[in-house]
């Protein structure tokens, strides 16, 4: 027994070793597959599908917000379909800013629900920075311009040809190699640069929840 001991010793290290690599292997192997690694490359694409419920709000002197008390009273739901493609491989080396630039080309439609009801449907560009410091969450930030074409029947905001513009933040929360859960909030802004009056403009906090699939 006393020389089995010591000569075990060295079948016992290299089992050891062999449980530290076979564990070590798979978590290299996810580390080299993360996606914000390899979903926010140059030219990589992605579809996406988001639904959400905007509350308006108004700003400016008591007045305006008087005047125009019934634009903070809208209530939207809004759904939006998107395409990205990402414009450049991940910048900043390994940095706290890491990350890439992407563009998505965006659908809008939008039911007011309160204070009437009404429709809206147009498009729009968003040009967006992903955060990739993390390997299954990617923050983000963007701004979006497009158009739409409202019908609302509020006083104070024309209906007809309006922009659609203003800038969020979000994250991707990844599911699955390609598959993530996409949560955003978004300062929205709809009016028509006095096109038609009275463009008192359209003002809301959109909260949305989706699902984005990133293509081979």
């Known amino acids: 027994m006393t020389q089995l ?3 075990s010793r060295p079948l016992a290290l290299a089992a050891a070793l062999g449980l530290c690599a076979g564990l070590a292997l798979p978590a290299a192997a996810e580390e080299d597959a993360s996606p914000g690694r390899q979903r926010f490359t140059r030219g990589a ?12 709000f108004r700003f400016g002197s008591e007045e305006d917000r008087d ?9 939207i739901w809004q759904a939006i379909p998107r395409f990205g493609i990402s414009a ?3 910048l900043f080396g390994d940095s706290w800013l890491r990350g890439n630039v992407e563009f998505l080309f965006e659908g809008a439609l939008l039911w007011n629900t309160e204070p009437r009801s009404g429709f809206a449907g147009g498009a729009g560009s968003t040009l967006r920075y992903n955060f990739l410091r993390w390997e299954r969450v990617v923050p983000y930030l963007d701004a979006n ?9 509020l006083e104070r ?3 007809g040809f309006n922009f ?3 800038f969020g933040t979000g994250a991707h929360w990844f599911v699955s190699d390609r598959t993530a859960i996409s949560t955003e909030v978004r300062w929205q802004h709809i009016s028509n640069m006095d096109i038609e009056t009275p463009n008192d403009g359209i003002n809301d906090v959109l909260f949305l929840l989706g699902v984005s699939y990133f293509l081979p």
């Not at 694409?45 to 308006?56: P, R």
């Not at 005047?67 to 209530?75: F, H, I, P, W, Y």
């Not at 311009?145 to 029947?153: E, S």
């Open 67 to 75: 005047k125009s008390a019934e634009l903070g009273d809208v209530r």
């Open 157 to 159: 905001q024309s209906d």
């Open 45 to 56: 694409m992605q579809v996406a599908l988001l639904g959400g419920y905007g509350y308006g």
């Open 145 to 153: 311009f497009g158009v739409v074409n409202l019908d609302f029947d």
């Open 164 to 166: 659609n513009v203003g």
């Open 5 to 7: 001991f010591p000569r």
């Open 88 to 90: 450049t491989d991940p």
